[in-house]
């Protein structure tokens, strides 16, 4: 699942999370991944294994992405979709 090849194909993916999280007062691209979720009307149900990442997980809530940026990562998502 791990290959080199999947690796580098999804590379176009976390820069764009990485991107629109600078855009929106810095927020990680695991914040940006879940507030995407929350905008497909999905309830994502994330992981923590202490308060720091319970905390990071949290400020995934309070603003939204924009519609354009929704579309942007469905786009990209979509390339590595079918690998």
Known sequence: MFKRERLAA???LIELL???G???NGKT????AL???LCKGVVPIPGAK???QAADNAAALG???LAAEVT???QASRVIAHL
């Open 10 to 12: 999804i590379q176009p």
């Open 18 to 20: 990485r991107k629109i």
């Open 22 to 24: 600078t855009a929106h």
């Open 29 to 32: 691209p695991a914040q940006v």
């Open 35 to 37: 507030n995407w979720l």
């Open 50 to 52: 202490n308060g720091l």
């Open 63 to 65: 603003w939204r992405l």
């Open 72 to 74: 942007a990562l469905d």
